[in-house]
């Protein structure tokens, strides 16, 4: 992953959200990249950082919790 790439946390496949959650700005998950994980980030649809990688949204029970109950699904 190249270093300036960014991108929000809703289209990221590093985020973490409830089963039947709605993909949205407002919408809290947690955060699964493998070098965030110690930190269990719980992030807003609209957070963004440059771990930023394209695709779909994890999904798990838990992940919206705070703090955060899931385990990391991928």
Avoid: F, H
């Avoid at 300036?4 to 407002?26: H, M, R, Y």
């Avoid at 269990?40 to 649809?45: K, N």
């Amino acid at each position: 992953m190249a270093e300036s790439q960014w991108g929000l946390c809703k289209d990221c496949k590093w985020w973490q959200i409830e089963p039947n959650a709605t993909v949205g700005n407002l919408t809290m998950g947690l955060c699964i990249d493998e070098k965030l994980q110690p930190y269990q980030l719980r992030v807003s649809g609209i957070s963004g950082c440059n771990r930023y990688l394209p695709g779909e949204p994890a999904r798990a029970k838990g992940s919206s919790e705070a703090p955060p109950q899931a385990e990391p699904t991928r």
